[in-house]
């Protein structure tokens, strides 16, 4: 019996060696005729670890691996052009906080007042009610 390729997407790429790929499908539902989305989840070996989360792939199946590992991966189809925008902000906060490290650390070598923490005024107490 030959073997059967798919080609998936990567839904988690957290254990080592070890893709999650949704194979997704379309079908019409006998009675009613409905069309609806299915998907098969197949959990696949990829020894170089050259897949990534989003990352369109092409697996083929394969003796069993482990309890839930019967596909391996042949090839990278095309690679995800997802942005990680939580990683993009941190870093955007670091660079943020070393710019504003560096001016205070000027300003300090200079002598003059540090842009970090302004001088507020003196507060008074005229014009409020006791």
Same mark, same amino acid.
């Given at each position: 019996?030959?073997?059967?390729? @798919?080609?998936?997407?990567?839904? %988690?790429?957290?254990? %080592?060696?070890? =893709? =999650? &790929? +949704?194979?997704?499908?379309?079908? =019409?539902?006998?009675?009613?005729?409905?069309?609806?989305?299915?998907?098969?989840?197949?959990?696949?070996? #990829? /020894? #170089?670890?050259? %897949?990534?989360?989003?990352?369109?792939?092409?697996?083929? +199946?394969?003796?069993?691996? *482990?309890? $839930?590992? =019967?596909? /391996? $991966?042949?090839? &990278?189809?095309?690679?995800?052009? !997802?942005? #990680?925008?939580?990683?993009?902000?941190?870093?955007?906060?670091?660079?943020?906080?070393? @710019?504003? !490290? !560096?001016?205070?650390?000027?300003? !300090?070598?200079?002598?003059?007042? *540090?842009?970090?923490?302004?001088? %507020?005024?003196?507060?008074?107490?005229?014009?409020?009610?006791?």
């Amino acid at each position: 019996m030959p073997k059967r390729m @798919e080609t998936g997407t990567v839904t %988690s790429a957290a254990s %080592s060696k070890t =893709r =999650r &790929v +949704e194979i997704p499908r379309v079908i =019409r539902h006998a009675k009613y005729g409905k069309i609806m989305h299915r998907r098969t989840v197949c959990h696949v070996h #990829d /020894e #170089d670890e050259t %897949s990534k989360l989003g990352d369109m792939v092409e697996i083929i +199946e394969c003796r069993p691996r *482990s309890r $839930l590992k =019967r596909w /391996e $991966l042949v090839r &990278v189809v095309s690679k995800s052009t !997802a942005v #990680d925008v939580a990683s993009l902000r941190s870093g955007a906060r670091a660079t943020q906080m070393r @710019e504003s !490290a !560096a001016k205070a650390e000027a300003a !300090a070598a200079t002598g003059g007042p *540090s842009p970090a923490s302004p001088k %507020s005024a003196p507060r008074t107490t005229e014009g409020r009610a006791k």
